[in-house]
C-alpha cells in the first residue's frame, strides 16, 4: 500500500471539523512534503516524527512522501496532527495494517520519542467523534477531560507503540469511561458573614433569581466587591449539559480544571484587560472573558477605569448571549450567556456627598460619562451601595446565610425554567408581552414611569423581566403593583451618593 487515509480533527472555536490526513509514499527523490494550509506547529511535525518513528524501532520510508491534510482550505494548526500523520506513514509503507483505521480517528502531540503528549482542547473534539460514531484515540493524558462526556467514545495511548500494538490487534488500548467529578461544595464569601446592606441583599437575590445584570455604585471599602463574591454562592448549580458547556470553552484555554467541574464560573479581569482579553480574539481565536464567564458571572471592578472600546464591546453579547469573531480567513462563534456584576465609585475621589468629596461638578459628570448610556441601559439593577454605621459593625447578629437564600433563588430559578425554559433575563422581546403578564394597577404604575422617566422600549422591557423575576421570588403568577414598583426604584440613573445609609 502506497497510500493511506487517517481521520483526525481541526478546531476552530467550539467547532471540531473532520480532517482527513491523506499520506502517499511515491518514487522519486527523498521528501517530506506537508500540503493543506499548515501552519508553522503542522510542518514542524515532519521532524518530530520522524525522530519518533526511528526511536520507536520503525523505518522511516527514504522515499518521496507527500501528506495532505483535506479539506485544503481549512486552516490547521498545533501539533494534534502529529500521531495521525505518523500513523498515515506506517500504514502507508505497509509496516502497520490499516484495516483496523476504519471506525477510529486519532489525536496526539509526539515528542521526540514517540511518547503522547496532552493536547488542547480534546473535549469539543471528543464530542464531535461521538456523534459522528466513531471513536477517538488520544493522549492519556487527555483522557480526564475528555471523560467529562457522558457518552464518551474514546481510547487512551502513552505512546506511539501502544496505537500500533492496538491496530496489530496484540494490545488493545483501555477505553476511557464517563468520569464526571463530583459537584464540590463552594468555598467562599457567605452573606452570612455581610452585616447590613439590606438593599444590595435583595437586589442581588433577584439578580441571581432571573440572571439579571447589576451595576453597583458607592464609596471605597462599602462592601461592592465583598457583595459580588458572595454572589455565587446562592446560584443554582450547572447542569450536565451547562458544566459541559462551560468545561469545553475552559478546555480552549487550557484553564479547565477537574475540581470546578459544576461549579459557576466567576470572573473577574482587571480593569486593565483589553477588548481581545474580554471579548476573545487573536489569530487563532480563543474566547475571552465574557465566554470563560458562560453561565457564570462575569465582575467588572472600578468599572469606569476600563478602557471605552472595552466596554462597548459588551453592549451586543450582554443582548445576544454570543460573540462572533469574524477574521479574514475565518469566522468563529462562541457562547457567551453571562451574568455581569459591576461596581464603581460614584465620583474620581469615590466620597460624593460626603464632606470629604473635593470633586467638581465636572469631574464627576465626565467620570460618570465614561460609562457610556448604551451600557447602562443594557444593565437590569442600578443601586447605591451606603457604608454601613459602627453600631451594624459591631453587632453579633448573623445576617441570612445564603443556604437559605439560595433556597428561595432556586425554586425562583426553576419556576421560570417551567414556564419558559430559560432565566426571566434571557426573555426576547415578543416573550416579554406573553411571559410578563400584568395586573391592571401594574400597567398603569409602569406606563406612569415609563412615560416620566422617558424610557426606551428597552428599558421597560428591562423592568418588566426584573418585575417578573420578583413576582417568582413571591410565587405570583401575575405581576403585581408592588412588584412593579420595586423594579422601577432599580431602573435609575446613576446615584448620586446623597440618601440615608442602609
Not at 497510500?3 to 509514499?25: K, N, S
Not at 458571572?297 to 459588551?314: G, I, K, N, T
Request: glycine content about 8%; charged content about 20%; aromatic content about 4%.
Amino acid at each position: 500500500m502506497t497510500l493511506a487515509i487517517v481521520r483526525t480533527r481541526a478546531l476552530i472555536g467550539l467547532h471540531a471539523p473532520e480532517v482527513r490526513v491523506e499520506v502517499h509514499v511515491g518514487r522519486g527523490l527523498p521528501a517530506f512534503h506537508i500540503v493543506g494550509l499548515p501552519e508553522a506547529s503542522v510542518r514542524e511535525s515532519r521532524e518530530r516524527v520522524r525522530a519518533a518513528l526511528l526511536h520507536r524501532g520503525f523505518d522511516f520510508p527514504n522515499r518521496r512522501l507527500t501528506v495532505n491534510l483535506a479539506p485544503a482550505d481549512l486552516p490547521k494548526n498545533s501539533g494534534r496532527f502529529d500521531l495521525p500523520i505518523a500513523l498515515g506513514l506506517l500504514v502507508a509503507s505497509g509496516q502497520v495494517p490499516g484495516d483496523a483505521l476504519e471506525g477510529l480517528e486519532l489525536v496526539g502531540e509526539l515528542s521526540l520519542t514517540g511518547e503522547l503528549r496532552p493536547i488542547r482542547g480534546c473535549l469539543p473534539m471528543a464530542i464531535a467523534v461521538r456523534s459522528a460514531g466513531r471513536r477517538l484515540v488520544l493522549p492519556a493524558a487527555s483522557g480526564a477531560e475528555a471523560a467529562l462526556d457522558p457518552q464518551v467514545r474514546a481510547l487512551a495511548a502513552n505512546h506511539l507503540g501502544e496505537v500500533c500494538e492496538h491496530l496489530r490487534g496484540s494490545a488493545a488500548l483501555t477505553r476511557l469511561a464517563p468520569a464526571q467529578p463530583a459537584c464540590p461544595v463552594l468555598h467562599g464569601p457567605d452573606f452570612a458573614d455581610i452585616k447590613g446592606h439590606g438593599l444590595a441583599r435583595r437586589a442581588l437575590e433577584i439578580a441571581a433569581s432571573g440572571g439579571h445584570s447589576v451595576l453597583m455604585s458607592g464609596p471605597p471599602g462599602a462592601g461592592k466587591s465583598l457583595l459580588a463574591g458572595c454572589l455565587p454562592s446562592i446560584l443554582p448549580p450547572l447542569d450536565c449539559d451547562q458544566a459541559l458547556a462551560v468545561a469545553s470553552l475552559q478546555a480552549l484555554t487550557d484553564s479547565f480544571r477537574p475540581e470546578q467541574w459544576g461549579r459557576r464560573p466567576f470572573r473577574a479581569p482587571h480593569h486593565s484587560a483589553s477588548a481581545a482579553a474580554l471579548v476573545g480574539g487573536g489569530a487563532n481565536p480563543r474566547p475571552g472573558e465574557i465566554s470563560l464567564a458562560h453561565h457564570g458571572v462575569l465582575f467588572l471592578d472600578e468599572l469606569p477605569e476600563f478602557q471605552r472600546p472595552v466596554l462597548e464591546a459588551l453592549r451586543e453579547p450582554l443582548e445576544t448571549g454570543r460573540i462572533t469573531l469574524s477574521r479574514a480567513s475565518r469566522q468563529v462563534d462562541f457562547p457567551a450567556e453571562f451574568q455581569l456584576i459591576a461596581a464603581m465609585n460614584p465620583c474620581p475621589c469615590g466620597h460624593l456627598g460626603n464632606d470629604r468629596c473635593r470633586c467638581g461638578i465636572e469631574q464627576v459628570m465626565r467620570y460618570q460619562r465614561r460609562v457610556s448610556g448604551p451600557l447602562l441601559d443594557r444593565i437590569d439593577l442600578l443601586l447605591h451601595v451606603y457604608p454601613v454605621d459602627e453600631d451594624t459593625l459591631t453587632t453579633d447578629n448573623r445576617a441570612e446565610s445564603s443556604a437559605c437564600i439560595g433556597g428561595r433563588v432556586g425554586h425562583a430559578w426553576a419556576r421560570q425554567h417551567a414556564r419558559q425554559g430559560k432565566a426571566n433575563a434571557r426573555l426576547h422581546a415578543a416573550e416579554v408581552d406573553r411571559q410578563c403578564v400584568l395586573a391592571d394597577p401594574a400597567r398603569a404604575v409602569l406606563v406612569q414611569a415609563a412615560r416620566r422617566l422617558r424610557w426606551s422600549s428597552r428599558g421597560l422591557h428591562r423592568v418588566m423581566r426584573v418585575a417578573r423575576t420578583i413576582a417568582d421570588l413571591a410565587d405570583c403568577s401575575q405581576i403585581d403593583a408592588d412588584h412593579i414598583a420595586e423594579a422601577i426604584g432599580y431602573r435609575r440613573a446613576l446615584p448620586d451618593g446623597s440618601g440615608p445609609a442602609d
